[in-house]
């Protein structure tokens, strides 16, 4: 939180000019620099400044004022009756207040001809999905398009007729019968790329070597905003009409035309032959508005474009017009947003974690930031190379992104927020862990701490032999092994069974009950049988499905052990590389020894399943199921071989026919959102894991 200003006058002046700033970036270059939350965020506390100290507010601050002027490079297009902006509101309880202030306005206009309704519980409202494109009026005269136009500034837009005739849901004449075509017909609406094709068209850009766009939005924008008609004609924009600007010569509504309502215009617009977003609906009185609004906001990811809230607004044309605007937006509207799913926040330090291969790890530590309704204040950074495309540095305010239930993740720096004198974030050389070098193959973008001895591998290999897919040690968490390790009572797996219930007892963080309880799962561990041993043992390469073909094909472990190199390559789903990881994992004079050491522990290593059996049970026969961004418990392979071992399959793309989309980190916008587009149930990691051993979606 911002703290109290001093000098409201200088803060304001300050406001002015980065509100000034990154309306440029936003409306003139295309490419806006911070999220709009961050924006919305400037203009609201300045707003609040101007409310406060009203000889502050001036005609000409950006408060009062709509978007930006049009760019010299288009001819300017005079808008026959002003495009307005709408006022935010920023929660439900804003929301609420509008509807206050609506109701009172309400009782004040009510009286014959006004459209007044007997009490605000009746007024009738539309509810639209807020999308996030660029506003756009397209003019007919006598059912031929003849000019379109960007808002601009309200007043004066610029005129981009060319570019819109190449939008393949614009029409060039209208498709009314003769009778009906009005004299002029102004349809606005929203020119927009919905996801998928923001996928394609930056993979396009990437591959033609052309800048690639932060956002749908941008890139909407910035491919409609083009000197020349053809690079619009080469892109995927789309089209919503949701108002009319002028109808006839006069305006929609009480005086010319037929049109009565909102939902009128509305069904011009869709007989006329432009797409009307089906989401839309009306409602009777606030409550159901509230609803409405909530409802959208939870099917937000299932609609395949991006919206950013919903706006709502007054259904009859004559009490909209009783109840007027301010200088730049109407009372009869308002834009209810949905909370932001990107800030900005302070990248306060880079720092690097060590897994229990010894993969270094870069992370972000941030200043906390609420997004998407929670607090995030660390996101991985993947690695070294990630680090330097993005090139994110400790000090740097950076874009936080999380959407949804998806993990959070740093998409890049405020270039002009960047303090004097930075350097860029170079790879730590030792390992923080244990100070052993860290090193990085040529040819591999993973950086490892080779250090077998390292105790933050330590901790991460016992906190993965006691995870749910291998040992199952109820209770067991990173916590509590950092915690034991650091008391010199842990260094390997083996050392769990020597755990003694009286030494836990008096640990921090244990009582009776729960030393007892951790005793009594690692005594019901050790039968958990071969494959989840080999799971445990963190040989690379055997993950679950590996390891329950292995179990499917030895008795126990010696009889593994015994096989050569070229009997465990000859298993179906195994071959060399497998087989050369695990004969040189058992040759390591250590990992020998840890087997001994569980064996004397009474660790079962015997199979728990006859010879032959198949390795699973076949959950996901006949079944799809796509995998997209990094899992923490599976490698990409290791996923889809659980997926195959299973019976199912996991083709690189979604369908209408795909079970279920898995998601990781950095997950694959296009394929997120053809499965929100074709409702495939999106899972995390621990719902993929429920899926794999009941073949049901959690
Ligand atoms: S109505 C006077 N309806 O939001 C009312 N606007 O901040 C004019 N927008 O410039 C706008 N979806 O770019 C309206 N269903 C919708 C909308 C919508 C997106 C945008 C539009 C407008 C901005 C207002």
Redo the contacts with the bound molecule.
Sequence with gaps: MEAVPPDPAARAAELRRLIAYHAERYFRDDAPEIPDADYDALVAELRAIEREHPELASPSSPTAL??APPSPAFAEVRHAVP??????AFSLEELEAWGERLARLLAAAGGEGTGAPASPEQVRLVC?????????SIRYEAGRLVQAAT?GNGTVGEDVTANVRTVRDVPERLALPPEEVPAVLEV???IYIALADFEELNRRQAAAGERTFANPRNSAAGSLRQKDPKVTASRPLSF?G??LGEVDGGVAGPGGTSLRTHLDCLELIRRAGLPV?PE?VAVTGLEQAYAACRAIEQRRHDLGYE?????V?VDDLALRASLG?TSH??R??I?YKFPPEERTTLLEDILVSIGRTGRATPFAKLSPVVISGSTVSLATLHNEDQVRAKDVRPGDTVIVRKAGDVIPEVRGPVLSARPPGSVPWSFPRTCPACGAPLVRLAGESDTYCVNADCPAQRVQRIVHFASRPAMDVEGLGEQRVTQLVGLGMLRDAADLYDLEPGRLAGLEGFGEVSAANLIRALEASKARGLARLLVGLSVRHVGPVVASLLAASFDDLDQLRRAGEAELAAIDGVGPTIAASIVSFFALPANAELVERLRAAGVSLASDRPRGAPAQRQTLAGRSVVVTGTLERFSREEAEEAIAARGGKSPASVSAKTYALVVGADPGAAKLSRAAAAGVPVLDEEGFVHLLETGELA
Excluded: H, T
């Design positions: 709509v978007g495009m307005m902006s709408l006022d935010n639209e999905p807020k999308i996030d494109g660029l506003a756009c808002r606005r609406g929203e919503w949701y108002q977003n839309i919206v950013d809230g919903v706006v607004k605007s937006a109407p009869w509207a834009a």
